[in-house]
């Protein structure tokens, strides 16, 4: 079982920025696990965001996000993190951090989550 926690979310103007952390409380290593950020806003469906790989070395982000926002692990620190630039209201929503073995863009194939972060985007 792991069990993973988010930490980073708030409110913020639109154009601005944050940093999103996802780590383990549970003792065993992120390293273990390819990492996702997902999304939900109210009244839709959690949809992917941004994973890693393992190692780090692949990434891949949903269409809307790209160029403004980043996702990078330190697995020395046990840390995924997602760097968010130049928000918009509709990034609005609550990011959940999420654990699976191989990189996936579809909610059902992560197998750990965390509790959510909210973010919210004033304009």
């Known amino acids: 079982q792991v069990q993973l926690v988010e930490s980073g979310g708030g409110l913020v103007q639109a154009g601005g920025f944050l940093s999103l952390s996802c780590t383990t409380s549970?003792?065993?290593?992120?390293?273990?696990?390819?990492i996702g950020w997902l999304r939900q806003s109210p009244g839709k469906e959690r949809r992917f965001v941004a994973g890693?790989?393992?190692?780090?070395?692949?990434?891949d982000y949903e269409d809307s996000i790209k160029g403004r926002f980043s996702i990078s692990r330190d697995n020395a620190k046990n840390t995924v993190s997602l760097q968010m630039n130049t928000l918009k209201p509709e990034d609005t929503a609550v990011y959940y951090c999420?654990?699976?073995?191989?990189?996936?863009?579809?909610?059902?194939?992560?197998?750990?989550w965390g509790q959510g972060t909210r973010v919210t985007v004033s304009s």
């Open positions: 890693i790989s393992r190692s780090g070395s692949v990434t």
């Open positions: 549970s003792g065993r290593s992120i390293s273990s696990y390819a």
């Open positions: 999420a654990a699976t073995r191989i990189l996936a863009v579809t909610p059902e194939r992560y197998v750990y």
